[in-house]
């Protein structure tokens, strides 16, 4: 892994790097475990979810919506629409108060029926999550 961000480094990352913006230099990488939190009781999510279908304590989950908008690729101009049927999904930063808290890397599900034009189109509802204590007394 340093390798390779190392070689990024070197080369430029992002929109500028071709005009020589976007170099760094990589330091001391020290190795530490994001997934573990003594008195963890809720998750945050690091990304976009469908956490719909799971045993939540609504009354304590916090969240945005947001409406995807998704698009398939080359092949479905030519055999329907190219757009996908919009999706709402929760935005990253959501807070997630399960019933009952397990370790997990991501929370969210598969999402199906998302296409009238190829029926066995899914799209990702998963996110990754960090597990955090959240107080509900407030």
Known sequence: LKGLLQQLGTFGYGKEASTGAGKF?????IPINLNKHSQANAYLSLGHAAPQGHAW?????????????GRHGAEAVYIGSPFKNPTMLTTAGAIFSPSQFEQCLFVGQGLTGVSNTIKTT?????????????????
């Open 57 to 69: 304590q609504t009354e304590h989950c916090y969240y945005n919506t947001t409406v995807r908008f």
């Open 122 to 138: 899914v799209q990702q509802g998963y996110a990754p999550v960090l597990p955090v204590y959240f107080d509900s007394k407030d």
């Open 25 to 29: 230099v990589v330091g001391d990488l």
